[in-house]
């Protein structure tokens, strides 16, 4: 039972437009919202973040839509550039026994064409 | 360095061998995570540290599965009659105090199972 999950698993885009990478998510007890960017024989690195009592986070290029009744997230990327293309993976945590452990989506292939 | 770091980067094996992996995480971090990565899919939670203790290993597959922290630093993932399923990428991360906030992960341990 995947609580997260990317439906896309790739998206090409054309350098300069946006990209918008969504995920969907199950768990009602979720309350925190990350997306990890990955890169080939890198491990994940943090992007972005997102209380759930917010609705919106931007920082710089990125910018993380959280709307809670649809149980949805999105991030978006503009304008994109060729160094974005990676993988890009939604991640949540919530009370649990773990801390905050992340529990993450499929990911998406991101790729940015010059 | 100041990031988590993973040892080793790549191990081949038979299958029935035994297998140790190593994390060391930031400097400071009381949590420590494992996770494993298969191809096309996000990381899996296997297990969480708090200190020294195990404080969740809900995500460990089977009894082949061992991991310790005997000093609240150092990590080592222990699997045991290792079998072709087991290949993936083991990562480890790391965090601040296990409460809120991100993680930050090491490289990952790439371990295929001949």
């Known amino acids: 039972d995947q609580q997260v999950k990317q439906n896309s698993p790739s998206l090409s885009v054309q350098e300069g437009r946006i990209s918008i990478l969504n995920c969907d998510y199950t768990?009602?007890?979720?309350?925190?919202f990350l997306w990890y960017k990955k890169y080939p024989a890198e491990g994940p690195t943090f992007l972005i973040s997102?209380?759930?009592?917010?609705d919106k986070n931007e920082d710089g290029r990125f910018t993380v839509f959280l709307n809670k009744s649809a149980k949805h997230l999105s991030l978006h990327i503009v304008p994109s550039q060729p160094g974005d293309s990676a993988v890009y993976f939604c991640a949540a945590s919530g009370n649990n026994n773990a801390g905050n452990m992340l529990t993450f989506g499929g990911g998406t292939r991101l790729m940015v064409k010059p | 360095g100041a990031g988590v770091s993973q040892t080793p980067s790549n191990k081949v094996t038979e299958k029935g061998k035994y297998v140790e992996l190593r994390c060391d995480p930031i400097?400071?971090?009381?949590?420590l995570y494992w996770y494993r990565q298969s191809l096309g899919q996000g990381p899996e939670f296997l297990i969480y540290f708090q200190g020294t203790g195990a404080a969740d290993d809900s995500g460990l597959p089977n009894d082949r599965f061992f991991a310790v922290r005997p000093e609240g630093s150092v990590s080592t993932l222990k699997i045991q009659r290792t079998e072709r399923g087991d290949s993936a990428v083991y990562l480890c991360?790391?965090?601040?105090?296990?409460?809120?906030?991100?993680?930050?992960f090491g490289e990952g341990s790439r371990l295929t199972v001949l």
């Open positions: 768990n009602s007890m979720f309350d925190y």
């Open positions: 997102i209380s759930s009592i917010k």
């Open positions: 400097s400071g971090h009381t949590a």
């Open positions: 991360a790391s965090s601040l105090t296990g409460v809120t906030g991100e993680l930050f």
